[in-house]
């Protein structure tokens, strides 16, 4: 009989070298996919190039792969399992005494290792190479005078004594402190508007807003242009910084440190903390999957239904595609506990891949 703990290393090696070969794989694809992307987007930037676009897709590639390792980690576990099954070394394992439990921890702590590593090597570096790669397309876009797009339209409000100001751009960069597209609300003390500026762009400066090319509406006024105008503020960097940042671009150790400054600068951190709970959810998430994908393949070896097991593979990975998205967004809007709302589907989810287990090996 072969000893326990050779069979778990054996086991755990079969594991982390498919591990290895899909994670190549699915970089490659990704690499691929988003180098034919920014060349479409930003080939015509002046100091485009084809070494840059390389470069800045290899720098969005950890961040993007974090994204997938949920999934992925469903695939190598059936993978691996229907591997071995196909050479009946799973039949021999069961054969010698060995129970399902005793044959799957190997592959549940190759899933917890991949989820530590993702949480502290890969978003990490995710984060950093991700600002590189928007400090990269900043620069193209400027030297090009284009500005850059965003779903994200910032509004601003400013009250300072008796101001109040409304700043609102369909675009920004540098942290928010240069807006594009910029109009301006100002409005008097009974909430009336009394006057409206749309200008090309608005820098941060102290003290104050700089527009550029504005022109002013006013109610008993005809409309003028200026050159450049100025629009008092109290606005800090750091504010614009904290209160613009996309949580997924701040990396694992910087969490709680962006979540105590936004919170002194009174900004909601519901975003931030689901961030935190998520990626440090993550090594029990990849276990959960692991022990659903070992449900699906113990099921294959004995019914030999690779249909079946495409499939189950195929539907788990869109239910946790769905709920992902719907945690984060329950957890970010404030409408669940951030804590409630990442960590009730990671227990869920453990506790139903340990149910499957327990009822096919025990009934």
Partial sequence: MIAAPTLSRY?????IITSVWFLLGVCGIIFLADFSETSRRMSGFVGYTVTGGLLMSALRLPLILQQTIPTLTLFIGMTTLIALNRRSELVVTRAAGLSVWQFVLPFVAGAFLIGI???TVINPIG???????TSMET???KASNASKPSNFLPWLRQIDGDSDTVIGAKSFDNGGTRLFNVVVFHFDKNGRITLRQDADSATLENGYWKLNNVLDTRTDAPASRKETAQVRTNLKQEFLQESLSKPESVAFFNI???IEV???FGISTKALETQFHSLLSLPLLLVAMTLIAATVSLRFSRMAQSRSVILGGIVCGFVLYVVSVLVKAFGSSGVVPPFVAVWIPVIVALALGATILLHQEDG
């Fill in 262 to 264: 936004a919170r002194s």
């Fill in 11 to 15: 086991f755990f090696k079969r594991y």
């Fill in 256 to 258: 709680l440190r962006k």
């Fill in 117 to 119: 590593v993702a949480t």
């Fill in 127 to 133: 984060a950093w190479g991700q600002d590189l790669a």
């Fill in 139 to 141: 620069d193209w876009r």
